[in-house]
């Protein structure tokens, strides 16, 4: 067994995206443009409206996948595919974007806590230009497993043999919510070639003789099990993992793709209205 240690330490940028809202970015910022196969990490957490009540008006996207975990707040979402759908504390929304969607993501509050994460996780080559797919689960959804005070949340992947409600076939996304009492320690096997990393938002984390902060990204090194332990306050943090593409990335924007010629007919299908091309199934939960 080898222990994974701290690779790579990010601490966010604090960003204003969509029509002006603050966003804490981790992955997709100068120090860490991608984390194969993740493209992005947004963090947001705002009691503050003005933080958060200006939404993402319609934008589009192609090339990958978003999967927005909501912790605090209800947020509203209309897409090209035709899906409707309210993003409330606790659930999770996955859209596959693939060939092209354009859709807005508006706050449903004008108060209180706003509070969840945006992870962008890439396609493969023959998937970025597939029939995009949306899916919603509510809180209910997420198979919470609790023992001794510490709770972990299923969103994807296996955890004691309970499986979250998204699979991802390419990448093997793992990812977990964990809340751990103080001092309590937190082990776990994982695949020697995932990509795996940290990102605490309440308390704080200790990984080997490092203390890790809210608002910051751990990147783990190779290996196939890691161990934190909580801080003196406790600590909740997600925990990701995937299988990386190991294919070239061109990003601008909302479009990502392996080649400047993709991105070139990304724009130039967007203005021309070509980029959202079909109808797909909706699935939802
Ligand atoms: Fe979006």
């Given amino acids: ?25 981790t992955i997709g910022t100068p120090r860490l443009r991608h984390l194969d196969p993740f493209l992005l990490l947004d963090h ?8 958060y009540i200006a939404g993402f008006p319609d934008h589009p996207h192609r090339g990958f996948i978003t999967l927005t975990y909501m912790l605090d707040g209800h947020m509203e979402h209309r897409d090209s595919m035709g899906n409707r759908g309210d993003l409330r504390a606790g659930g999770i929304q996955w859209m596959k974007a693939a060939s092209g969607v354009i859709h807005s993501e508006m706050p449903q509050q ?19 230009m597939s029939d ?38 390419h990448t093997q996304v793992q990812y977990l919510d964990v809340s751990l009492p103080p001092e309590t320690p937190f082990t776990r096997r994982v ?6 990393f940290l990102y605490p938002f309440e308390g704080n984390l200790l990984i080997g003789g490092t203390t890790v902060e809210t608002h910051a990204l751990v990147v783990l090194g190779p290996g196939d099990e890691f161990a934190v ?30 080649t400047e010629q993709e991105i070139r007919q990304a724009f130039e299908d967007y ?10 199934q909706t699935v939802s939960g």
């Fill in 1 to 25: 067994m080898t222990q994974r240690s701290i690779q790579q330490l990010v601490p966010a940028l604090t960003i204003t995206e969509g029509a002006g809202v603050t966003v804490h970015r």
């Fill in 44 to 51: 947001f957490a705002s009691n503050d409206p003005d933080d």
């Fill in 110 to 128: 004008t108060d209180g806590l706003m509070r969840g994460f945006q992870l962008w996780i890439n396609l493969p080559a023959g998937e970025k």
């Fill in 132 to 169: 995009p797919q949306y899916q919603e689960f509510s809180a209910a959804h997420l198979p919470t497993i609790e023992h001794d005070g510490v709770r972990i949340k299923i969103i994807s992947g296996e955890y004691a043999g309970r499986r979250g409600p998204i699979d991802d076939p």
């Fill in 191 to 196: 695949d020697d070639n995932a990509t795996v």
């Fill in 229 to 258: 332990t909580a801080g003196p306050r406790g600590a909740r943090f997600i925990l990701l993992g995937g299988r990386p593409l190991r294919e070239p990335i061109v990003q601008y924007g909302p479009f990502v793709m392996n």
């Fill in 271 to 280: 203005r021309n209205n070509r980029l959202v091309k079909k109808r797909a």
